[in-house]
Structures are given as structure tokens and as C-alpha cells.
């Protein structure tokens, strides 16, 4: 198949155009995109109307089996702080700092691992690369992806507020020959192999095999992607090309935010059981009240993204994140929590707040900086992992010797967040300096209506301008 190009200039009529399709009404904020077929080329119109029907039958078919791919994932570790309220540490004779080892030995293969298997999903489609399913989001426009990685993410908060309620549910468990968290542990390992095997057979490679689009559709898709998301769509991976993503200073800070994402957002999924536990009450009632915090950080999630979709603003929503996180986990170090219970659950909201939304907003925030399919992967295939490795951060902080105020560790999760709202706000105020910078130099030139196509080399392009 040859791949769709844009008409730049046509005499032709839209009704002539889009000829046969009765349904078609012509529209003056149409693009015209030249399309080959076996019986020779056309030229189509992607109408508002046409664009918005290919994003619906992704939303559709592709973003709910990858948000409950995600709500699983999160599950298996989500449970871990909720089997632990319930004895797993007794059961298994666990003393001193080896329940602190358990959860580190979990992020040490899956951070190792994920850099290849991101590039695997790149050659191989993200389909049959499961992990690396989140690269699949491609499919979307820029100023489009953060609400649907938004509804993706928000799984994750989902997860954290449905294992606190299943965890709710099967503590109940008193007949039973095993121990109850042995049976949280049964019921959602068996629905993330379950749903896992599905999912292998349910997804497509990419927009081009898609089964649910049409020729004309296909075409479209791959038109919306090359004009605002990637200079050569379905490009092979190149690993010496795409490591040069690594000589952009913005790059590592961006590494730098992931870090001090990271320690938030895996103290809050691994521990916030834990931290509630502190206001006192007993196993069962302390896993229900992790479920209003979670659900609250999937609604914030999505109202941030969505708000940043539609202001086309990244960084200061990044930032807000951070704050909150701060916010939240000084307010718990600093009151007196058994005596101001309302506060401190209220700050318990704030965390879940700040480690939402951030986790979204800053790889849309980078991706969407980036056009060369490559060194995005490459980048998010270092990012995401390094964010997860501070799992092992927060899985050591958390001392059964600090509880069950956990001062050093509250302290330590603020500073993180505290460090990253001012890593996001020098690199978010480098960039419009920068985009500035360029204007007086080249020109005033809106990033919104720059194609992808023309910003293969990034910041070396002459029409670059960063999406802040």
C-alpha cells in the first residue's frame, strides 16, 4: 500500500472529491489527502466529521482493553499494601527489613527488562509486546493524548481503590484453609492472565492492520498521524539513530522528573494502606478508606488532562501535580494525625492528587516534543522504567522501625516532590524562553500548526517550537 500525502492545492470540488458517499458533507476546515489503491490514487477529504468517527472507533476498540490491561497490572501490585495489613508479614515470618526486600525484588527485573521490551514492541507491534503497550497511543494527535493516556493512567487509581475494596471483600473470608491475603492474591492473579491472554488476541499491530477501520479510514489515520504526531509514521527502529535523543540536555532533566515522580507515586501505590493505618482504625475499615483517595486521584487525573488537552499547555499542570503531592505529604508529617483524623485523610487525598496526574502529563508532555518514532520510544522506554525503579526507593524508606508515623519516609516522599516542581518549572520556563528565542530570530511560528512531518531532527529543525 502507498501511504496517504497531503494535497496541497486542488481546483477540485469537495463533492467531487468525496464522490459517493451520500452522507458527506462538505466542510471548509477540511484537509485533502491524496490515497493509492489498487485501482490507482484518490484524493479524500478528512472532514471534522471523518476525523472525530476514527478517533471514536479507537477510543472504542482500543483504549478500554488497554486501560483494564493497565487496571490489572496495577492490581498485582497494589495488593501487596493491602495483604500486608492483613498479616502476610506474620504468615510468612518476615522480620526486620524483608518485606522492604520483597517489594524491591519486584522492580529490579521489570526496570531491567522494560528498555528491550519497549523496543521489541516497536519491531514486533505493540500487540504481541504487551509492556510496552502504551506505545500503541500513536494513534492519537497531539493535542488528543493526554485525555486518552489520562483514561489509560486512571486505571491505575482504579486498581489502587478496587484492591482496597476487594481487599475489603475478601478479608470477610473466615472459612477458608488459607490465609486471607493468599486469596487476594488468587482472585487477581487469575484475572490478569485471564484478560492477558484476550488482549494478545484482541489487539492490532498498529492503525495500518487494524480490522475495525476501513482502506479509506487506514488512510486517513495514517494522514492524522504523520501531520501531528510522528515525522515518518511506522518507521523502523533504529537504535544508533534513535540513541541521539540522549544528546539533548532536556532529555535528562526530563530523567531528572521521572526520578522524583517516581519515589511519589510508588510510595502512595505501595503504601498508602499503611499511612492510613495511622488514623487508627482496624484491618478491614483501613482497606475501605484507601478507596475514596484512589477513586478522587482518578477524577483529578482526568480533569487535569483534560484541561491540558484543551488548553494545549503541558508543564504548569505537571507542576500542579507536584504541588499537591508536597502539599499532601508535609501536611501528614507536620499535624498531630490521631488528633486532626479529617485533615489527615484529607491529606491522604492530596497524594493520590499529585501522583496521578504528573505520571500522565509529563510522557505526554515529552512525547509530544518529539516527532522521530525512534528516539521517542527510546526515551520513553528509559523514562517509564527509571520512574518505576524508585520503587526500590520507596520500598526502603517505609521501615517497620518508623511505624506508624513513617516520619522519615513522609519527609522523604515531600522532598522528592518538592525537587520535581522545580525541576518542571525551570524546564517549562526554559522552553517558552526558548520558543521566544527562536520567534525573534525566525519568525513567529505557533507550534499548533507546525506538521510533525517537518520536525524530524527536533530542536535542530528551523521550524521547531516546543510544546510547553
Known amino acids: 500500500m502507498s501511504y496517504p500525502t497531503r494535497r496541497q492545492d486542488s481546483n477540485s470540488s469537495p463533492e467531487t472529491l468525496f464522490s459517493g458517499n451520500e452522507n458527506y458533507l462538505p466542510s471548509k476546515e477540511a484537509d485533502e489527502v491524496i490515497t493509492s489503491t489498487d485501482d490507482g490514487a484518490m484524493t479524500v477529504l478528512l472532514t471534522p466529521a471523518a476525523d472525530r468517527a476514527i478517533v471514536w472507533r479507537f477510543d472504542l476498540r482500543i483504549l478500554p482493553v488497554l486501560a483494564l490491561m493497565y487496571l490489572f497490572n496495577s492490581l498485582d501490585k497494589s495488593n501487596l499494601g493491602n495483604a500486608k495489613t492483613a498479616g502476610l508479614e506474620k504468615t ?3 522480620k526486620g527489613d524483608q518485606y522492604n526486600t520483597i517489594l524491591s525484588v519486584f522492580f529490579v527485573p521489570y526496570v531491567l527488562t522494560a528498555p528491550f521490551l519497549g523496543i521489541l514492541g516497536k519491531k514486533l507491534g505493540p500487540n504481541r509486546v504487551l509492556p510496552a503497550m502504551m506505545f500503541s497511543f500513536g494513534f492519537y494527535r497531539r493535542d488528543e493524548l493526554a485525555r ?12 489502587s481503590a478496587f484492591s482496597g475494596l476487594l481487599a475489603f471483600g475478601v478479608f470477610q473470608i473466615k472459612s477458608g484453609s488459607l ?3 493468599r486469596y487476594l492474591f488468587i482472585v487477581e492473579g487469575c484475572g490478569t492472565v ?3 491472554a484476550f488482549a494478545f488476541w484482541y489487539l492490532p499491530k498498529s492503525a495500518s492492520e487494524a480490522t475495525f477501520l476501513s482502506q479509506e479510514q487506514k ?3 495514517y494522514y492524522r498521524m504523520q501531520t501531528d504526531s510522528s515525522s515518518i509514521v511506522n518507521e523502523n527502529f533504529n537504535l544508533k539513530d534513535s540513541l541521539t535523543i540522549f544528546k539533548h540536555p532536556t532529555s535528562w532533566l526530563i530523567l531528572g522528573i521521572e526520578i522524583c515522580l517516581g519515589v511519589p507515586l510508588q510510595s502512595v501505590q505501595l503504601f ?3 499511612i492510613i493505618g495511622r488514623l ?3 484491618t478491614v475499615k483501613t482497606n475501605l478508606y484507601t478507596v475514596a483517595p484512589n477513586v478522587s486521584g482518578a477524577v483529578m487525573l482526568l480533569v487535569l488532562a483534560f484541561t491540558s488537552d484543551l488548553t494545549r499547555l503541558r508543564f504548569p499542570f505537571v507542576a500542579l501535580g507536584f504541588l499537591f503531592t508536597f502539599i499532601g505529604f508535609i501536611i501528614y508529617v507536620a499535624i498531630d494525625v490521631e488528633r486532626q483524623l479529617h485533615v489527615a485523610y484529607f491529606a491522604s487525598f492530596m497524594m493520590t492528587w499529585g501522583t496521578s496526574a504528573p505520571s500522565v502529563l509529563l510522557d505526554v508532555w515529552y512525547n509530544n516534543n518529539i516527532a522521530h518514532e525512534g528516539r521517542r520510544v527510546l ?3 528509559v523514562a517509564v522504567p527509571l520512574a518505576n525503579l524508585m520503587g526500590v526507593v520507596s520500598s526502603n524508606i517505609f521501615q517497620n522501625k518508623d511505624a506508624p508515623k513513617y516520619i522519615p519516609a513522609l519527609a522523604t516522599t515531600a522532598a522528592f516532590g518538592g525537587t520535581g516542581l522545580l525541576l518542571t518549572l525551570l524546564l517549562g520556563a526554559w522552553m517558552v524562553t526558548d520558543n521566544k528565542r527562536r520567534d525573534a530570530k525566525q519568525g513567529k511560528l505557533n507550534v499548533r500548526e507546525i506538521s510533525t512531518e517537518e520536525l524530524r531532527d527536533g530542536p535542530l529543525a528551523e521550524k521547531f517550537r516546543w510544546f510547553y
Do not use: H, M
Request: charged content about 10%.
Open 280 to 282: 487508627g482504625f482496624g
Open 148 to 159: 486518552r493516556l489520562a483514561l489509560f493512567y486512571a486505571a491505575q487509581s482504579i486498581a
Open 92 to 94: 510468612l515470618g518476615l
Open 272 to 274: 498508602l494502606p499503611q
Open 179 to 181: 490465609a486471607d491475603w
Open 219 to 221: 488512510d486517513l489515520a
Open 194 to 196: 485471564a484478560f492477558s
Open 379 to 381: 526515551l520513553t522506554s
